[in-house]
């Protein structure tokens, strides 16, 4: 005769049994704290009647505008360029079409984390010739503190439900079965707002000293930060 093959443990029961009761329960909770950064986007132009003087204009104005915002220092975290263009524009000349110009353009973003400064460079950076300044746009760094008390108040908060929920059943929760994630990042992005400062002046007066501009005065927006859970337990068989 053969030996019997050992019983495999039972597997647990998917949805409680009533020895071992669950509760489901989410747990959600949303901040509302102040931004940590703020992005600006920078558009510099030129325009030249051959595309040589637009080059050479853009690559001075380029070169303006990075040196001041490089001149803030550590309030700047991040300085990036982004596209860069030089078009010709055409225009009807007897049967045919000429060029009549050459505009060119470059676009540089920078984030901030200091909003004094950023009020006084976003000023600066629109007085400067044929510049444009869009933004700011406020938000948190991807690993603030704000991220983590949001998520910790969301299981304390599902902890609490299920508490309450077993408590009305004259029971007491017994374990944690299972804790899932639903996103804890920003609930509502920040919003691109259209050009706040823009400047198409032109050069100032050989010898002449400009005063600077005033600092814009800037109110930071709040951000909201959302975080859900969903929480499984096990809990004691209840006083029914």
Known sequence: MTADAPAHAAAPAPFGTPETPRVAVRGEARLEVD????????????????????????????????????????????????SFSVNPELTRHGRGERVRAYHGRVNVSAQLNDFTALGELTTRLADLELTTVNGPWWALRPDSPAHAEARR??????????????????????????????????????????????????APA?????????????EPQRQTVHAQVNARFTMTPPVL
């Open 206 to 218: 050989p010898g002449s000293a400009a005063a600077a501009p005033p600092a814009l005065d800037l």
């Open 35 to 82: 931004p940590e950064i703020a992005t600006i986007d920078i558009s510099i132009g030129a325009r030249g009647t051959d595309r040589r003087s637009a080059l050479d204009d853009l690559t001075r104005r380029n070169n303006d505008a990075l040196a001041l915002i490089k001149s803030y220092g550590d309030a700047v975290e991040k300085l990036t360029t982004g």
């Open 153 to 202: 108040q969301a299981v304390r908060e599902a902890v609490q439900r299920a508490r309450e929920y077993a408590g009305a059943l004259g029971a007491d929760l017994a374990a944690l079965v299972e804790l899932a994630d639903l996103g804890a990042e920003n609930a509502v992005p920040f919003t691109r707002a259209p050009a706040f400062a823009q400047s198409y002046g032109g």
